[in-house]
C-alpha cells in the first residue's frame, strides 16, 4: 500500500555478505551481532536497486517478495510488475506485467509461489486474490467475503485491505491478512482470512481471525512459519517523525474463528491471535545507513515485503523489503535478518 497516503499516514550468508561491496551494502562481520533485540539480528541491507531500471520498467515499489523455487527470488511491484531477482546479487533477470480480467492495473500488495509454480497475489482493490502463470496469465480468482470488500459493496477502506499473504505448512491452507480494520469492527483489529484448498489447485473460504495491532500500525506482510505460527510486520508512518516498524510472532492455531461474526467491537469470548514482540526495528544498529527523510533510525523506510528464506543454527533467514513509492525522499532497501523463532 502506498503508505505516505494513509497515515500523518535472502541471504548467501555471512560469507557472501563480507564480499558485497555495492554503495548502501554493509559488511557482516560474524564477531558483531549486530542485535536488534535478544530474538533478532540484522546482518547487512542493500540499496543496490534505488531507483533502478529494467527492460524499461521502474524497479520498486516492492510490496512483496517470494521465493520461486528455482534459485530466484519474486519480487511484487504494486504498480502492477512481477519481478525476478537474482537471490545472491538482487539483479533483475525479468518483469512480468499484470493485469485484472479487463486489463486494469492492480495495487498488489500479496504475493504466494504455489507448489507447481504459478503466482497468487492479492490486490487490495477490490481486494482480490487471483492466480496467475509465470507469464502473467489469469487462472483463477479466489471468493472474498462480502465484509471485506471496499464500500459501498462492503465494510472496507480503499487501500486497507489485502496486503499479506502466505501458504500455511502443508500448502493447503492460503492466509491473507487485511491492512486496517473493517467498519464496525475496533480500530486495531483487522482480519486474517482464510481459505482452504480444493480440487484442481482452487481454493475455498474457510477461518477467519482477529489480530490486534498496536495503536497507529497496519499489517503490511505475514508470512508463515513451518510450526504454523506467523511473523507478523506491523508499520506506520508519521510526517515529520519517520516508520514505525516492529516484527511479531503470532500464533493462529487456539484463535477463535470470527468468520460469522459481523462485528469485532465489544465481543466476549473471542480469543484473538495471540503476538509477541520480537522486535522494533528503531533499535537495530544503523549499519552506516542514511535516509532521505526524518526517520527515528536512518535505517528505516517504508518496509512492506518479507519473506523467510532459510534456517541457519536456529534462526530464520528472513529478507525484508522496503517500498519506495516512486519517491525521490524514500528509498529501495533490502533488509537481511536473523530470526530466533
Same mark, same amino acid.
Given at each position: 500500500?502506498?503508505?505516505?497516503?494513509?497515515?500523518?499516514?535472502?541471504?548467501?550468508?555471512?560469507?557472501?555478505?563480507?564480499?558485497?561491496?555495492?554503495?548502501?551494502?554493509?559488511?557482516?562481520?560474524?564477531?558483531?551481532?549486530?542485535?536488534?533485540?535478544?530474538?533478532?539480528?540484522?546482518?547487512?541491507?542493500?540499496?543496490?536497486?534505488?531507483?533502478?531500471?529494467?527492460?524499461?520498467?521502474?524497479?520498486?515499489?516492492?510490496?512483496?517478495?517470494?521465493?520461486?523455487?528455482?534459485?530466484?527470488?519474486?519480487?511484487?511491484?504494486?504498480?502492477?510488475?512481477?519481478?525476478?531477482?537474482?537471490?545472491?546479487?538482487?539483479?533483475?533477470?525479468?518483469?512480468?506485467?499484470?493485469?485484472?480480467?479487463?486489463?486494469?492495473?492492480?495495487?498488489?500488495?500479496?504475493?504466494?509461489?504455489?507448489?507447481?509454480?504459478?503466482?497468487?497475489?492479492?490486490?487490495?482493490?477490490?481486494?482480490?486474490?487471483?492466480?496467475?502463470?509465470?507469464?502473467?496469465?489469469?487462472?483463477?480468482?479466489?471468493?472474498?467475503?462480502?465484509?471485506?470488500?471496499?464500500?459501498?459493496?462492503?465494510?472496507?477502506?480503499?487501500?486497507?485491505?489485502?496486503?499479506?499473504?502466505?501458504?500455511? @505448512?502443508?500448502?493447503? =491452507? +492460503? !492466509?491473507?491478512? &487485511?491492512?486496517?480494520?473493517? /467498519?464496525?469492527?475496533? %480500530?486495531?483489529?483487522?482480519?486474517?482470512?482464510?481459505?482452504?484448498?480444493?480440487?484442481?489447485?482452487?481454493?475455498?473460504?474457510?477461518?477467519?481471525?482477529?489480530?490486534?495491532?498496536?495503536?497507529?500500525?497496519?499489517?503490511?506482510?505475514?508470512?508463515?512459519?513451518?510450526?504454523?505460527?506467523?511473523?507478523?510486520?506491523?508499520?506506520?508512518?508519521?510526517?515529520?517523525?519517520?516508520?514505525?516498524?516492529?516484527?511479531?510472532?503470532?500464533?493462529?492455531?487456539?484463535?477463535?474463528?470470527?468468520?460469522?461474526?459481523?462485528?469485532?467491537?465489544?465481543?466476549?469470548?473471542?480469543? @484473538?491471535?495471540?503476538? =509477541? +514482540? !520480537?522486535?522494533? &526495528?528503531?533499535?537495530?544498529? /544503523?549499519?552506516?545507513? %542514511?535516509?532521505?527523510?526524518?526517520?527515528?533510525?536512518?535505517?528505516?523506510?517504508?518496509?512492506?515485503?518479507?519473506?523467510?528464506?532459510?534456517?541457519?543454527?536456529?534462526?530464520?533467514?528472513?529478507?525484508?523489503?522496503?517500498?519506495?513509492?516512486?519517491?525521490?525522499?524514500?528509498?529501495?532497501?533490502?533488509?537481511?535478518?536473523?530470526?530466533?523463532?
Amino acid at each position: 500500500m502506498r503508505l505516505r497516503t494513509v497515515l500523518a499516514t535472502f541471504t548467501a550468508g555471512l560469507a557472501a555478505a563480507a564480499c558485497l561491496t555495492a554503495a548502501g551494502t554493509a559488511n557482516a562481520d560474524p564477531r558483531v551481532t549486530n542485535a536488534c533485540s535478544p530474538t533478532v539480528s540484522i546482518d547487512r541491507f542493500s540499496d543496490v536497486l534505488d531507483k533502478t531500471t529494467y527492460d524499461g520498467t521502474f524497479v520498486g515499489n516492492f510490496s512483496a517478495l517470494a521465493l520461486d523455487g528455482r534459485g530466484s527470488l519474486a519480487a511484487l511491484s504494486d504498480r502492477s510488475s512481477l519481478f525476478g531477482l537474482d537471490a545472491r546479487t538482487l539483479a533483475p533477470r525479468k518483469a512480468v506485467p499484470l493485469a485484472d480480467e479487463n486489463g486494469a492495473a492492480l495495487d498488489s500488495e500479496g504475493l504466494v509461489t504455489d507448489r507447481d509454480g504459478t503466482r497468487l497475489i492479492s490486490s487490495e482493490t477490490e481486494p482480490s486474490v487471483r492466480r496467475y502463470s509465470t507469464d502473467g496469465k489469469i487462472l483463477d480468482r479466489l471468493p472474498v467475503p462480502a465484509a471485506l470488500l471496499v464500500a459501498p459493496a462492503g465494510r472496507a477502506t480503499a487501500n486497507q485491505t489485502f496486503e499479506g499473504l502466505t501458504l500455511l @505448512p502443508g500448502g493447503r =491452507t +492460503l !492466509l491473507a491478512s &487485511m491492512e486496517y480494520a473493517i /467498519s464496525g469492527d475496533s %480500530t486495531n483489529t483487522v482480519r486474517f482470512q482464510t481459505w482452504t484448498r480444493t480440487r484442481g489447485n482452487h481454493f475455498r473460504l474457510a477461518a477467519q481471525y482477529a489480530y490486534r495491532t498496536d495503536t497507529g500500525l497496519g499489517v503490511p506482510e505475514v508470512q508463515a512459519l513451518p510450526d504454523g505460527r506467523l511473523l507478523v510486520l506491523e508499520r506506520g508512518f508519521t510526517t515529520g517523525v519517520g516508520n514505525t516498524v516492529r516484527l511479531y510472532l503470532a500464533d493462529p492455531r487456539h484463535a477463535t474463528d470470527t468468520s460469522g461474526m459481523e462485528n469485532l467491537t465489544g465481543q466476549d469470548g473471542v480469543r @484473538p491471535v495471540k503476538k =509477541t +514482540l !520480537l522486535t522494533d &526495528m528503531v533499535t537495530c544498529p /544503523s549499519l552506516g545507513a %542514511t535516509a532521505r527523510q526524518p526517520q527515528p533510525n536512518p535505517l528505516l523506510d517504508n518496509i512492506e515485503g518479507m519473506v523467510v528464506t532459510g534456517y541457519s543454527k536456529g534462526r530464520a533467514k528472513v529478507l525484508l523489503v522496503s517500498d519506495d513509492n516512486q519517491n525521490a525522499v524514500q528509498t529501495t532497501r533490502f533488509y537481511y535478518l536473523r530470526v530466533r523463532v
